[in-house]
């Protein structure tokens, strides 16, 4: 593993970058250090952020120790091991296709696939949340495989769904709400990762894993009523 760098951000953050790929030890290490960090709450802490390489700590430079946290993070980065417990697993039921899932076709069409198969290969596949970004709820979601990994578009789109299952390069997606996108619709789900709302807020977490559930459009109205009550929908399931 490369070795951790700290570098300041400012006057009232700083950042451990543990690597410049796309890994789930390089994320667990990131991971560890959260629990670490947060377990710990320097005086002045206000936020962590992780990413799928890097921790940032966000903090009060009138209340923050600089030199301290900076020691601290040095100490902790010294042989740190990846988080070694396991993440929620979750169920995510999806309505491949159609109305639902706009770019299935041309994705298929893409890697001389039928659409069977694309729905067969997205949906079998264990899915890891790198980070929980870019939206309120957004899930960068690393495990696609690569049959169908998928350039992103060459025109985004302006407004996608909520809920929208979608593909871009290696990375896979659930829309957390209406937005921009210029990646690939596989499918639609009515699980809402981000519900100003509900308890909780936010659905998912950095380190969950995610199964898609294909199943029949005759089922959507039913489940997406259900969503719009405040229910999860996914189902919490043991790896």
């Known amino acids: 593993m490369p070795t951790p760098k700290i570098l300041p951000c ?6 451990v970058e543990f690597g410049a790929t796309i890994d789930p030890d390089i994320n667990g290490m990131v991971l560890a ?22 921790l940032t700590i966000q903090f009060d430079p009138v209340a923050t120790d600089y030199d301290a946290l900076v020691a601290l ?12 417990a396991v993440g929620r697993r979750w169920r995510v039921p999806v309505v491949y296709g159609g109305e639902y899932g706009i770019d299935l076709e041309e994705v298929a069409s893409l890697h001389g696939l039928t659409p069977n198969q694309v729905i067969d290969i997205h949906s079998s596949a264990v899915y890891r949340i790198y980070m929980i970004g870019f939206l ?13 990994a998928t350039s992103r578009r060459l025109h985004p789109r302006a407004k996608i769904p909520a809920g929208t299952i979608m593909i871009g390069g290696e990375q896979a997606g659930i829309a957390p709400m209406d937005m921009p996108s210029g990646w690939h619709n596989l499918g639609l789900t009515p699980v ?10 936010f659905l998912f977490a950095a380190g969950d894993e995610i199964v898609f559930e294909p199943v029949e459009a005759s089922r959507w109205e039913a489940l997406e009523k259900a969503a719009l009550a405040g229910e999860p929908v996914a189902e919490e399931v043991r790896p």
Do not use: C, H, M
Request: glycine share 10%; no cysteine.
């Open 10 to 15: 400012g006057d009232s953050a700083v950042t």
């Open 33 to 54: 250090l959260d629990d670490i960090v947060r377990s710990r709450a320097p005086t002045g802490l206000i936020e962590t952020v992780p990413t799928y390489r890097s």
């Open 73 to 84: 993070l040095e100490a902790e980065t010294q042989n740190l091991p990846p988080r070694n």
């Open 136 to 148: 309120p709820g957004f899930t960068y979601l690393g495990g696609l495989d690569k049959r169908i």
């Open 192 to 201: 809402r990762p981000y519900a100003p709302g509900r308890d909780p807020v």
